[in-house]
Every structure is written in structure tokens, then in C-alpha cells.
């Protein structure tokens, strides 16, 4: 019984370069949402997405930054043009919509050179 | 928009005592759910315990506990027994309680804690 799963786990991109991220959710899961973590922070809210909808992306920056979750395969978290403020870790959860809790993937670790 | 403090950046501990690491938060909603996650160095969040603000019960499961005082809007974490491999930084959640975009997780920045032998 796959728990999340999140690829790859560690990501260098040089500045300009894309970052693309992947999530599966668990089996039976089909809401993904996508968190943030900053050095030294706790995780912040990005976007969530359900199969082929995005319902709330009030935390994703405004350029560069974009998901999706298509109909089949994994949640993308696509980011152009990286820059060095992009590096972080970034965590996808998934949930069946009906119960309280997220179980939470091992996270991508972003690093921008 | 609700918002979650976690006033101690770092907290310490001695094998087999007792430690609480404290939370509170802002909302003017009624129905919520609150979440204490764990963070070992491997980086995993990893659930520890959940408490839903419409039951005055409070949450316990094994070693952890918590104190909910919904007044007052607190929600500490006491882990009792510590052991090595409870050290960690914990985070404290928020949650709506109604669905749709409230489904995202609001977090507070973190408590360190440290258990020493």
C-alpha cells in the first residue's frame, strides 16, 4: 500500500533553468495539494488541485509557477525560470475528500544554483 | 485569514521526562481542526495527533497528548516519556472544518525540540 510519492527527491537546476515536480497520490486519493517550505519555515499552502481542477491556487506566486493534475498520471508542479529564491523543499499531499486528513509525500528538494 | 503561532523556536528535553510545546492561533470560525505534525531529520511529515474543535475531549494517542482550550484558542502538545527518537521539529495546523479551498493546511513555523540521554 504505496504511501505519496514524490519525484525526484532531490532537484539542481541552475538559475533560468525549468523545475518540473511530480506527485502521485495514494491510491484511492484524488486530491493533491502542493506545500512550500522555506529554510527555517513552516510549510505554506500553494495550490489544490482535484483531477483535471485546479481549486484553489492562492498561494502560488503569480508568474513562473503553474500545476496540474491531469486525468491520468502523476501532479506536476512546473516552475519556469528558476531563481535562487525558488530553492526549497516542496511537499505534496493527498487526501480522498472526505476525511479530515493529508498524508503527506517525502518532499523534493530544490536547489538552485 | 487564520494565522498559527508557535512561540518556541527551540525546546529541550531529558530522556523520560515530560515536555510541552505550546500553539495557539486566530480564526473567528466555530468548526476547525487542529493537527500536530512531526518533522524528523529525514524531513517526512509524519501526523502525530489531530483534535477537532467541536469536541471538548482532548486528543490523546499514547505518549502524546493534547491540552485544547478553544476559548482561549491554545492547543499544546505534551509528550510524556520522551524518548530519543521523538526529537523532531514539530508543527502546529489549522484546518477549516468546511470544505472546498478550506481544505489547505495552515502551519506555524516550528518548534525545535532536542531530547537529550
Known amino acids: 500500500n504505496a504511501g505519496v510519492m514524490q519525484n525526484p527527491r532531490h532537484l539542481v537546476r541552475r538559475r533560468g533553468q525549468e523545475a518540473r515536480l511530480r506527485c502521485s497520490p495514494m491510491k484511492g486519493h484524488s486530491h493533491v495539494y502542493w506545500y512550500r517550505q522555506l529554510p527555517e519555515e513552516g510549510l505554506k499552502f500553494m495550490v489544490y488541485?482535484?483531477?483535471?481542477?485546479?481549486?484553489?491556487e492562492s498561494g502560488m506566486p503569480k508568474e513562473r509557477f503553474s500545476a496540474e493534475f491531469p486525468k491520468e498520471g502523476p501532479s506536476i508542479l512546473r516552475i519556469q525560470q528558476v531563481v535562487r529564491g525558488d530553492s526549497a523543499a516542496y511537499f505534496c499531499a493527498s487526501s480522498d475528500g472526505n476525511s479530515n486528513e493529508q498524508f503527506f509525500g517525502p518532499g523534493t528538494r530544490l536547489t538552485v544554483l | 485569514a487564520q494565522t498559527v503561532t508557535q512561540s518556541q523556536p527551540e525546546m529541550s528535553v531529558q530522556e523520560a521526562e515530560t515536555v510541552t510545546l505550546s500553539c495557539t492561533y486566530d480564526t473567528s470560525e466555530s468548526d476547525y481542526y487542529l493537527f500536530w505534525y512531526k518533522q524528523p531529520p529525514s524531513r517526512q511529515m509524519i501526523l502525530v495527533i489531530r483534535q477537532e474543535a467541536y469536541k471538548q475531549q482532548n486528543a490523546t494517542e499514547n505518549r502524546f497528548s493534547v491540552n485544547f482550550q478553544k476559548a482561549a484558542k491554545s492547543f499544546s502538545l505534551k509528550i510524556s516519556d520522551s524518548q530519543l527518537g521523538d526529537a523532531a521539529m514539530y508543527f502546529c495546523a489549522y484546518r477549516s472544518y468546511s470544505g472546498g479551498s478550506n481544505y489547505k493546511l495552515t502551519f506555524g513555523k516550528g518548534t525545535l525540540l532536542t531530547v537529550n540521554p
Open positions: 488541485l482535484q483531477k483535471e481542477n485546479i481549486i484553489d
